[in-house]
């Protein structure tokens, strides 16, 4: 398997060489090829739009910015993973025509839903191009007569990203960093919703914030959230905590573990629609703190 850059196209002078796959739009609109898939998800098209006016000022070039970064980030560990068990991941029909992924998505019946891509063919009579070995074809589930003409009763494993249960959960035991804020403080401090006031009430802010997030997670477990930092290609948590200004902006600390001191370290403060993206690719995040 080539070490393709990205699932499809990010920008414009991208290298196509490094783009697995086309998706082609249908009646002129782009979005549509994953409105398709987001419709055959369970919890439906709306699940994968933002909902705040913020985000979806932000994301303006496409409809569905929390699918597309899923997909383009499932499929950037699937070959990771695939580079480590060949034919697991990525399953080649025999003619070597067609080729298929598990999104890690299933349907409404609890049915896995699996990308499917015919190999690019450029038109009789007009001079080569760049383009992408690929072209996207659609989401199918394993019984379905298409996938199965394809690829018989085979169905590529899901993607991974780690067999260490201690990854998921935030252990209470160990200690939680509060008082290193300085390499990310301008950060903070606009996170915090505390833009004109002095370093040591911000300071304050944030100590009173992580010093409150313990409590919440004895009480509930699901208030540290487990993510895969694409970043850093490791597993750490994100701890919610609300802007002073406004108590429905919601950033996320970004925590990771250190076992040698048994504390949790403080990486960096994602926004809400960062930490989405990192979460959604290992869970469907509790919608009381990531819904962006």
């Not at 450029?122 to 992408?132: N, S, Y």
Request: with cysteine; glycine share 4%; net charge neutral.
């Amino acid at each position: 398997m080539k070490a393709y850059e990205s699932l499809f196209k990010l920008y414009r002078d991208q290298d196509l060489q490094k783009v697995f796959a086309h998706f082609y739009p249908i009646k002129n609109d782009y979005d549509e090829p994953f409105a398709i898939v987001a419709r055959s998800t369970v919890d439906g098209i709306d699940a994968w739009r933002f909902q705040q006016e913020r985000f979806k000022a932000k994301y303006t070039n496409t409809g569905l910015p929390k699918l597309r970064n899923y997909l383009n980030y499932t499929f950037k560990r699937l070959l990771e993973l695939e580079g480590e068990e060949p034919h697991r991941y990525f399953i080649v029909s025999q003619d070597s025509e067609w080729i298929t992924f598990n999104t890690g998505l299933q349907n409404a019946h609890g049915s896995d839903l699996l990308a499917v891509f015919n190999t690019y063919k450029p038109r009789a009579g007009l001079p080569p191009k760049p383009a992408a070995d690929w072209v996207f074809k659609g989401c199918f589930t394993p019984n379905d007569r298409q996938y199965q003409s394809h690829f018989g009763a085979s169905v590529p494993d899901i993607a991974w990203y780690s067999k260490d249960s201690r990854d998921f959960i935030f252990d209470t035991t160990y200690g939680l960093e509060k008082d290193v804020f300085d390499h990310l403080f301008d950060r903070a401090k606009e996170r915090a919703g505390l833009p004109n006031v002095s370093d040591d009430v911000v300071r304050n802010y944030l100590r009173g914030a992580l010093e409150n997030v313990i409590p919440k997670i004895r009480r509930n477990y699901k208030v540290a959230i487990p993510v895969y930092y694409v970043e850093e290609k490791r597993m750490q948590l994100l701890l919610p905590f609300n802007s002073a200004s406004n108590a429905n902006d919601v950033s996320c600390f970004l925590v990771e573990r250190d076992d040698t001191l048994k504390m949790y370290r403080i990486k960096t403060i994602f926004d809400l629609d960062q930490a989405y993206f990192a979460a959604r690719l290992i869970t469907r995040p509790d919608r009381d703190w990531l819904n962006p």
